[in-house]
């Protein structure tokens, strides 16, 4: 899980250190949509890009560590997420403050974030149920 985490985020880093240095006549990739049709007969070339819909949402628990005053972000003690990585402290993006409105130091939670092109977004908190 660990190695799928690390290829993940090499793959991104990868695509911003090459898109600095890109060919100049060469336009970068959209995703506006389908790349207009080609007006010369030669050969179109397959770009393949990201589906839109290429974002994956977890949900998993954990104890916050800490919240920035702005509310962009947080850092969580987490549980392992299951096809995802295992078990660690990371920081996350957070959606909007209105997430995080409310949520403390020590807080136990569940949490869901996706993973898409923004990175690694959290876009629910809630309190974890005690069981």
Do not use: K, Y
């Amino acid at each position: 899980m660990r190695l799928r985490f690390l290829a993940f985020w090499m793959a991104g880093l990868g695509t911003v250190l090459l898109a600095g240095c890109g060919a100049p006549d060469v336009p970068p990739p959209s995703s506006a949509g389908p790349a207009p049709a080609a007006t010369s007969q030669a050969a179109p070339v397959d770009t393949p890009s990201p589906p839109a819909d290429s974002a994956a949402t977890f949900e998993a628990t954990g104890v916050v560590r800490s919240v920035t005053p702005s509310g962009s972000h947080m850092v969580i003690r987490h549980d392992d997420i299951p096809g995802f990585m295992d078990a660690m402290t990371m920081a996350f993006a957070v959606a909007a403050p209105s997430v995080v409105e409310g949520v403390q130091r020590n807080d136990a939670i569940r949490f869901r974030f996706v993973v898409g092109t923004q990175g690694v977004v959290v876009q629910h908190v809630e309190p974890a149920s005690a069981e």
